[in-house]
């Protein structure tokens, strides 16, 4: 059982950052490709940023060079480095896992006031 729980949300203003973790359990996390996604109210689930089992990184247009996502197979913990916050990155930030299968964490939320 693959279980993810996220860590690190909260209320920061415009400008600020945060760390978010995401803590894998169960399985072997090295072989996971891992990602951050987010949801805001009213809208659907985007992706934020991935990262392969190799270490390959991916974002979204909306977060490039303000978010950095990483990983420490030794603590089987992603991590994603949010900069320079706006309002419009409000959401509850998402963990996700997969190989042959996906799965989900809880969520976090991230609150960015202006």
């Known amino acids: 059982q693959v279980q993810l729980v996220e860590s690190g949300g909260g209320l920061v203003q415009a400008g600020g950052s945060l760390r978010l973790s995401c803590a894998v359990s169960g399985g072997i996390f090295s072989v996971y490709a891992m990602g951050w996604y987010r949801q805001a109210p009213g809208k659907q689930r985007e992706l934020v940023a991935t990262?392969?089992?190799?270490?390959?990184?991916d974002y979204a247009d909306s977060v490039k060079g303000r978010f950095t996502i990483s990983r420490d197979n030794a603590k089987n913990t992603v991590y994603l480095q949010m900069s320079s916050l706006k309002p419009e990155d409000t959401a509850v930030y998402y963990c996700?896992?997969?190989?042959?299968?996906?799965?989900w964490g809880q969520g976090t939320q991230v609150t960015v006031s202006s």
């Open positions: 996700n896992a997969q190989f042959s299968n996906s799965w």
């Open positions: 990262i392969t089992s190799g270490g390959v990184t």
